[in-house]
Protein backbone atom coordinates (compact mmCIF):
# COMPACT_ATOMS: atom_id res chain seq x y z
CA UNK A 1 0.00 0.00 0.00
CA UNK A 2 1.44 3.19 -0.91
CA UNK A 3 2.28 6.19 1.99
CA UNK A 4 0.34 8.77 -0.18
CA UNK A 5 -2.76 8.34 -2.92
CA UNK A 6 -0.88 9.66 -5.24
CA UNK A 7 3.27 10.46 -5.41
CA UNK A 8 3.70 12.10 -8.55
CA UNK A 9 7.81 12.45 -9.61
CA UNK A 10 8.46 15.62 -11.87
CA UNK A 11 11.98 15.43 -13.81
CA UNK A 12 13.85 18.91 -13.60
CA UNK A 13 17.30 17.75 -14.69
CA UNK A 14 19.39 20.10 -16.38
CA UNK A 15 22.21 19.09 -18.96
CA UNK A 16 24.74 20.77 -20.38
CA UNK A 17 24.79 23.44 -22.58
CA UNK A 18 23.11 22.31 -26.42
CA UNK A 19 21.49 19.25 -24.80
CA UNK A 20 17.83 19.15 -24.43
CA UNK A 21 16.65 17.92 -21.16
CA UNK A 22 13.01 18.69 -19.11
CA UNK A 23 14.40 21.89 -17.23
CA UNK A 24 15.25 23.26 -20.49
CA UNK A 25 10.94 23.04 -21.25
CA UNK A 26 10.26 24.93 -18.18
CA UNK A 27 9.90 21.60 -16.05
CA UNK A 28 11.29 23.19 -12.43
CA UNK A 29 8.95 26.40 -12.82
CA UNK A 30 5.45 23.73 -13.47
CA UNK A 31 6.92 21.89 -10.82
CA UNK A 32 5.93 25.20 -8.44
CA UNK A 33 3.13 25.99 -9.83
CA UNK A 34 1.85 22.19 -9.61
CA UNK A 35 3.23 22.11 -5.73
CA UNK A 36 1.19 25.22 -5.01
CA UNK A 37 -1.87 24.55 -6.52
CA UNK A 38 -2.26 21.11 -4.95
CA UNK A 39 -1.94 22.47 -1.54
CA UNK A 40 -4.20 25.59 -2.50
CA UNK A 41 -6.67 22.98 -3.21
CA UNK A 42 -6.27 20.86 0.41
CA UNK A 43 -5.04 18.24 -1.91
CA UNK A 44 -1.11 17.68 -0.58
CA UNK A 45 -0.47 16.26 2.56
CA UNK A 46 0.08 12.30 4.17
CA UNK A 47 -2.25 9.54 2.59
CA UNK A 48 -3.05 12.42 -0.18
CA UNK A 49 -1.23 13.87 -3.00
CA UNK A 50 2.98 14.39 -2.85
CA UNK A 51 4.53 16.53 -5.46
CA UNK A 52 8.53 15.72 -6.04
CA UNK A 53 11.33 16.99 -8.11
CA UNK A 54 13.12 14.10 -10.09
CA UNK A 55 16.61 13.75 -11.87
CA UNK A 56 16.38 12.42 -15.03
CA UNK A 57 13.62 10.03 -15.64
CA UNK A 58 14.99 8.41 -18.60
CA UNK A 59 12.27 10.01 -21.56
CA UNK A 60 14.02 12.70 -22.41
CA UNK A 61 12.46 12.61 -25.98
CA UNK A 62 9.31 13.01 -24.72
CA UNK A 63 9.87 15.91 -21.79
CA UNK A 64 8.96 17.52 -19.77
CA UNK A 65 7.77 14.09 -17.89
CA UNK A 66 6.39 13.25 -15.10
CA UNK A 67 5.19 10.24 -13.40
CA UNK A 68 2.21 9.16 -10.98
CA UNK A 69 2.35 6.49 -8.80
CA UNK A 70 0.72 4.04 -7.86
CA UNK A 71 -1.15 4.42 -11.42
CA UNK A 72 2.74 4.39 -12.97
CA UNK A 73 1.02 6.76 -15.29
CA UNK A 74 3.64 8.96 -17.12
CA UNK A 75 2.33 12.24 -19.16
CA UNK A 76 4.05 14.95 -20.74
CA UNK A 77 3.09 18.85 -20.56
CA UNK A 78 4.06 22.10 -22.09
CA UNK A 79 2.08 24.68 -19.24
CA UNK A 80 0.24 25.59 -16.60
CA UNK A 81 -3.01 24.39 -18.58
CA UNK A 82 -1.83 20.83 -18.86
CA UNK A 83 -0.70 21.14 -15.56
CA UNK A 84 -4.29 22.28 -14.49
CA UNK A 85 -5.93 19.17 -16.26
CA UNK A 86 -4.09 16.69 -15.00
CA UNK A 87 -4.51 17.62 -10.97
CA UNK A 88 -8.27 18.18 -12.20
CA UNK A 89 -8.80 15.05 -14.46
CA UNK A 90 -6.08 13.04 -12.48
CA UNK A 91 -5.42 13.67 -9.14
CA UNK A 92 -9.57 14.65 -8.48
CA UNK A 93 -11.60 13.01 -10.58
CA UNK A 94 -9.30 9.79 -11.19
CA UNK A 95 -8.98 9.81 -14.67
CA UNK A 96 -6.21 9.18 -16.67
CA UNK A 97 -5.44 12.55 -19.47
CA UNK A 98 -4.88 10.85 -22.21
CA UNK A 99 -3.87 13.64 -24.78
CA UNK A 100 -0.89 13.96 -22.46
CA UNK A 101 -0.35 10.36 -21.84
CA UNK A 102 2.94 8.93 -22.76
Not at 89 to 96: C, F, L, N, T, Y
Amino acid sequence: MSYFDKHVFICCNQRAAGEDCCNKHGSSELLGYMKDRVKALGLAGDGKIRINKAGCLGRCDDGPVMVVYPQETWYTFVDREDIDEIIDEHMVAGRVVERLKI
